[in-house]
């Protein structure tokens, strides 16, 4: 329903998703603004794309700044994570609102059995994308469940590392047109709201487990750019 996952952004021009971390930016991941060739066309707070309701938009998307270690899907995934800086500052409401960036006190990765949640537009097992906001909630798993995917001849040289958080059940996973998307949790501190420890990054298939970028390996970098880029300007 609408306002369910208000940090949810959509990228309707490289159909993948983003999360508002503040009225100024946006996080996803490096592979979904690869190919946007400088030109995105975002939009947020919505959950039917059939539907008006809640949603704002298109945002301009003013800058894109990836992590300097990412070198492109070919090389890997490492570094997979980037900032979308926003043309005008949006104001939060019952629709849209930012989604916590993680606190240094949770730890370098969430506990394994833990249980988050993913939100996005992609495909479904039918095999079409989404018109309607899906979400799952998924655990993180041991690494080992994610091993086999990081063998270099199944994704193209893709290998796991500490940068990575191996999610994911049975038949319950992000697909393709998800990626980009925040993987939230609740904070145990604060009920009702959430932190985003991953951003969906890359996977075998769908339906099966999932890797994600493990936010907190980055969050330096994510609150350098955002604290440098953004200074001094509207």
């Known amino acids: 329903e609408a306002g369910s996952f208000p940090w949810h952004v959509y990228f309707e021009s490289t159909v993948c998703g983003g999360a508002l971390v503040s009225d100024r930016?946006?996080?996803?991941?490096?592979?979904?603004?690869?190919?946007?060739?400088?030109v995105l066309r975002l939009n947020a707070g919505g959950t039917d794309?059939?539907?008006?309701?809640?949603?704002?938009?298109?945002?301009?998307?003013?800058?894109?700044?990836r992590h300097p270690s990412f070198s492109g899907r070919r090389a890997g995934f490492d570094g997979d994570v980037a900032l979308?800086?926003?043309?005008s500052r949006v104001e939060a409401g019952r629709h849209l609102s930012p989604v916590c960036l993680p606190s240094r006190r949770s730890g370098s990765r969430p506990a394994v059995g833990k249980v988050g949640y993913i939100s996005g537009f992609g495909r479904t097992e039918r095999f079409a994308q989404s018109d309607v906001l899906m979400f799952a909630a998924v655990p993180v798993v041991e690494e080992v469940r994610c091993g086999n995917l990081s063998s270099p001849a199944r994704h193209g040289g893709a290998q796991l590392t500490n940068n990575m958080l191996c999610a994911g059940s049975p038949g319950i996973d992000a697909c393709t047109g998800d990626g980009g998307g925040a993987y939230v949790?609740?904070?145990?501190?604060?009920?009702?709201?959430?932190?985003?420890?991953?951003?969906?990054?890359?996977g075998i298939q769908c339906g099966a487990y999932g890797i994600y970028t493990n936010v907190i390996n980055y969050l330096d970098w994510i609150e350098k750019t955002m604290a440098e880029e953004g200074n001094g300007q509207n």
């Open 49 to 65: 794309l059939n539907s008006p309701e809640g949603w704002r938009g298109p945002l301009e998307a003013r800058q894109i700044v």
């Open 84 to 87: 979308v800086r926003l043309g």
């Open 185 to 202: 949790f609740e904070d145990p501190l604060k009920p009702d709201t959430y932190y985003v420890a991953g951003i969906v990054s890359w």
């Open 25 to 38: 930016w946006v996080l996803t991941s490096a592979t979904c603004v690869e190919s946007a060739g400088g």
